[in-house]
């Protein structure tokens, strides 16, 4: 063999490490910017955009330090970083399908959210509602967000609601705030917020105020 062969030999296996690391470098943000999307869903919540801040701050900094070992230039670390932490931002708030709306159980009021379940405003004593996930959100004094603000839902739910008016810009449900600010949180929450078919399956039109049902 000559030494010429012998050191291409002795290179070789140095060459495929570099090579590995440099994919290494590349797939491990691309990895990272897909659990991230998986992680918080991207439906809207707000935390899909910290954990977008928080990726890409990890990787900016690993990114910017690691490839000027792999890619022997400050000018192509520098571009390697740039699309990497690009490739892994847009993974994170590419749009994930939702696949099938989850369905709402029947569920009592009685038991499922807190006295009175009379309902000061519509006049109705409600037997039954629909506990249905969802996202957490203002909850307001009508079916519109240019009504007054009453209180909140929490994230965690599943919150019941029970019954739905259909306006210009969706469908509003009639429920009570976990954390109330006036009125006793009762009011109306958007669609945007429940993660369900619209309109739930089976729910009732909420009645005019007054009107018993």
């Known amino acids: 063999m000559t030494q010429d062969g012998a050191?291409?030999?002795?290179?070789?296996?140095?060459?495929?490490?570099?090579?590995?690391?440099?994919?290494?470098?590349?797939?491990?943000?691309?990895?990272?910017?897909?659990?991230?999307n998986l992680a918080t869903g991207n439906l809207g919540d707000p935390w899909s955009w910290g954990a977008l801040a928080a990726v890409l701050a990890v990787h900016a900094g690993l990114l910017l330090a690691g490839p000027s070992r792999w890619f022997g230039g400050p000018v192509r670390a520098a571009a390697v970083s740039l699309v990497a932490v690009v490739v892994t931002g847009f993974l994170v708030l590419a749009p994930v399908s939702p696949g099938e709306a989850p369905a709402c159980a029947k569920a009592d009021p009685?038991?499922?959210?807190?006295?009175?379940?009379?309902?000061?405003?519509?006049?109705?004593?409600?037997?039954?509602?629909?506990?249905?996930?969802?996202?957490?959100?203002?909850?307001?004094?009508?079916?519109?967000?240019?009504?007054?603000?009453?209180?909140?839902?929490?994230?965690?739910?599943?919150?019941?609601?029970?019954?739905?008016?259909?306006?210009?810009?969706?469908?509003?449900?009639?429920?009570?705030?976990?954390?109330?600010?006036?009125?006793?949180?009762?009011?109306?929450?958007?669609?945007?917020?429940?993660?369900?078919?619209?309109?739930?399956?089976g729910m009732v039109p909420c009645p005019e105020a007054g009107v018993s049902r």
């Open 7 to 36: 050191l291409g030999a002795r290179e070789e296996p140095g060459a495929r490490g570099r090579s590995l690391r440099r994919a290494a470098g590349l797939l491990f943000p691309a990895a990272t910017g897909v659990t991230g």
């Open 110 to 201: 009685r038991t499922s959210i807190k006295p009175p379940i009379q309902d000061p405003d519509l006049g109705v004593t409600w037997e039954r509602g629909f506990a249905c996930a969802n996202a957490g959100g203002t909850v307001h004094a009508g079916p519109g967000a240019a009504t007054a603000k009453v209180g909140r839902l929490d994230r965690e739910g599943p919150d019941v609601f029970l019954c739905v008016v259909e306006t210009g810009d969706g469908h509003w449900y009639r429920t009570v705030a976990d954390e109330p600010w006036a009125h006793g949180g009762w009011g109306y929450i958007s669609e945007a917020h429940v993660r369900a078919e619209h309109p739930v399956p």
